[in-house]
Every structure is written in C-alpha cells, then in structure tokens.
Antibody
Framework: QIQLMQSGAEVRKPGASVKVSCKASGYTFTRHWMHWVRQAPGQGLEWMGVINPIGDRALYGRKFQGRITMTRDTSTSTDYMELSSLRSEDTAIYYC??????????????????WGQGTLVTVSS | SSELTQDPAVSVALGQTVRITCQGGSLRNSYATWYRQKPGQAPELVFYGVNNRPSGIPDRFSASTSRDTASLTITGARAEDEADYYCNSRDSSAVQWVFGGGTKVTVL
C-alpha cells in the first residue's frame, strides 16, 4: 500500500538545523509533489512548503523562506526537509504528505494523502 | 486573502447533524479539502473536490462550497467522529497553501 515513513524524533539547540526525511513506497514517486506541514503543541496545522516531482523546484511558505530547504532523492524515493536557525517556536511535529490534484468546472483542487506518521522536533537549550 | 477562518469548536448530539464552515477568499477559485485529526494521530483526508471521499470515509460526510465559504456536514454524527477538522486550499496568490485554524467537534 502507499506509505510515507518519516525519520525519528530529533532534539536540537536553538540556532541549530534539523533535517527530516520522508521515504515513500507503493506508488510512482516521480509523479507526485510532496508537501511538508507542521503542528506546534496544541496548535493547528501550518503549511511549510512543497517540492515538485523531479526535485528541481520547491515553493516555500513565506514564514519559512530563507531558512527552509526541501530536497528529494529520486533514487531512494525519499524527500528531505531541512530547517535552520531553529528557535523554541519551531518545536512541533513535522509531517510530509503526498500531493494530488484535479480540476472540475474550472476549479482546481488539491488533496494531501497519505500523510507520514510525523516527526517530533524539539528545540531546547 | 491567504487566510481560512473556521469556528474553533462545535458540539453535536449523537445522531444529529453538524456543519463545519470555512471562509476565505481563496475558496472563490478553488474547492476546499477537509482533514480530520484525532488525538495523537496524523491528519487524515476526509473530503476533497466536489464529491470525493477516500475509501473508508462513510457517506454521512458531505461537503459544499458557496462563494467564499466551504462547508463539511456530518449527518448522523457518531462518537468516532469526534476530532479536530481542518479545511485547506491553495491561496489566491497561487503559490501557497493554507489551512484553517481547525474546528474541534465534540459529540455529546
């Protein structure tokens, strides 16, 4: 079945960087974009960015531009999200989610499915 | 506007109907997608497009869109429907996606 398997929990000090991985299986990796979404403790979902199927283009949320990098390794069907200059507010669960889209009646719609299991990143001194 | 607005919480009696709304300018050009999240779990796709439910999501879940407001309706709510529900769409600038703040649904 289609699965996204993320790397394990990480602890970092403020100012450091973290790189989270997301390994896909069960579908053709190079046919889908991949999104990254995070959720701070007790808070809602926050979209971070998306990378295109061949990994040569990424769109980042305005809040993260300048300190986020998304990459992908098509040979291993793995996506990576690196966040730098970490601060305590970056403590959150980070999810990858596969993108799909379609159009109907002149409107395009997107959906994220499936999602990875999430990776907890804790930023603490 | 790049924001999607949801009511923070709503409650529904067991077996009754509840509607969750999501308002934002981006919905004039795109359909909302709906996710639910139960405690300690990753979000799960519930509804997308005009009339699409993933396998495993019962037909008591339906959705609609009018102008800048999208709605997710649960008809005959069950205890297992208790969760946080989020709407999502691509914003008007077409280079960002945005989530609503989420609605906590409590089944009484």
């Amino acid at each position: 079945q289609i699965q996204l398997m993320q790397s394990g929990a990480e602890v970092r000090k403020p100012g450091a960087s973290v790189k989270v991985s997301c390994k896909a299986s069960g579908y053709t990796f190079t046919r889908h974009w991949m999104h990254w979404v995070r959720q701070a403790p007790g808070q809602g979902l926050e979209w971070m960015g998306v990378i295109n199927p061949i990994g040569d283009r990424a769109l980042y949320g305005r809040k993260f531009q300048g300190r986020i990098t998304m990459t992908r390794d098509t040979s291993t069907s793995t996506d990576y999200m690196e966040l730098s200059s970490l601060r305590s507010e970056d403590t959150a669960i980070y999810y990858c989610a596969r993108d799909s889209s379609d159009s109907l009646l002149g409107r395009t719609f997107w959906w994220f499915d499936p999602w990875g299991q999430g990776t907890l990143v804790t930023v603490s001194s | 506007s790049s924001e999607l607005t949801q009511d923070p919480a709503v409650s529904v009696a067991l077996g009754q109907t509840v509607r969750i709304t999501c308002q934002g300018g981006s919905l004039r050009n795109s359909y909302a997608t709906w996710y639910r999240q139960k405690p300690g779990q990753a979000p799960e796709l519930v509804f997308y497009g005009v009339n699409n439910r993933p396998s495993g999501i019962p037909d008591r879940f339906s959705a609609s869109t009018s102008r800048d407001t999208a709605s997710l309706t649960i008809t005959g709510a069950r205890a297992e429907d208790e969760a946080d529900y989020y709407c999502n769409s691509r914003d008007s600038s077409a280079v960002q996606w945005v989530f609503g703040g989420g609605t906590k649904v409590t089944v009484l």
